[in-house]
């Protein structure tokens, strides 16, 4: 069973849809103990990195996050979840992350081209960096769909694909048991549902 965390920030519907079409069994919640019984979880997330961070702190699902990744559980964060798996973010301010992985969020503006429309929005082809079992399914150069104003910057030991918009940006993440996709699969057609596929294969 695949546990999809609820903290109030997440465009649920379609993940769920995907995750289904792909067989998995899966379960909204926010609800600790099911979290812990869970094969793998999912950190979904849309909006702002603080709002997001607060919520995931006072509801006390960060720190089973937190737990769980600790335990060797599958963990993957899709967009703004992936972003949260970060130590940091300079999104309005400066931001805890929950700090699995090592980098930090940081703004387009300023490091791509003034004539590139921010937010990135559309598709966009993968860049393998780095093998990864995520990928098994997929071919380097496929296309995934992408929404968003910030991206990770200094996660060289957990990159593993990036996409270019102007310059390089980070796509998706790996390390140990802690996975990221900036992207969104579960809007990505056919190859987003390989990765979920990959990922529940896990």
């Given at each position: 069973m695949i546990a999809i965390v609820d903290y109030g920030v997440g465009n649920l519907f379609s993940l769920v849809s995907s995750l289904k079409k792909v067989g998995a069994e899966t379960v909204v919640t926010s609800d600790r103990a099911v979290i812990e019984r869970a094969d793998k979880i999912i950190l979904?997330?849309?909006?702002?990195?603080a709002d997001a961070a607060?919520?995931?702190?006072?509801?006390?699902?960060g720190d089973v996050?937190?737990?769980?990744?600790?335990?060797?559980?599958p963990l993957m964060g899709v967009c703004l979840g992936m972003q949260m798996l970060f130590e940091k973010s300079y999104e309005y301010g400066c931001h805890e992350g929950l700090g699995l992985l090592r980098g930090d969020v940081v703004p387009m503006k300023?490091?791509?081209?003034?004539?590139?429309?921010i937010p990135h929005i559309g598709w966009n082809a993968l860049r393998f960096v780095k093998d990864n079992p995520l990928f098994k399914h997929i071919k380097e150069g496929d296309?995934?769909?992408?929404?968003?104003?910030?991206?990770?910057?200094?996660?060289?030991?957990?990159?593993?694909?990036?996409?270019?918009?102007?310059?390089?940006?980070?796509a998706a993440?790996?390390?140990g048991n802690v996975y990221g996709c900036q992207f969104h699969p579960e809007k990505s057609g056919d190859v987003g549902l390989k990765?979920?596929?990959?990922?529940c294969e896990l």
């Open positions: 979904p997330g849309v909006g702002a990195f607060r919520k995931l702190r006072e509801s006390g699902l996050i937190k737990e769980q990744a600790a335990q060797g559980k300023g490091y791509i081209d003034e004539k590139l429309k296309y995934v769909y992408f929404v968003h104003s910030y991206f990770v910057s200094g996660c060289e030991d957990s990159l593993i694909a990036d996409t270019e918009y102007g310059k390089p940006l980070t993440v790996a390390k990765i979920l596929q990959a990922f």
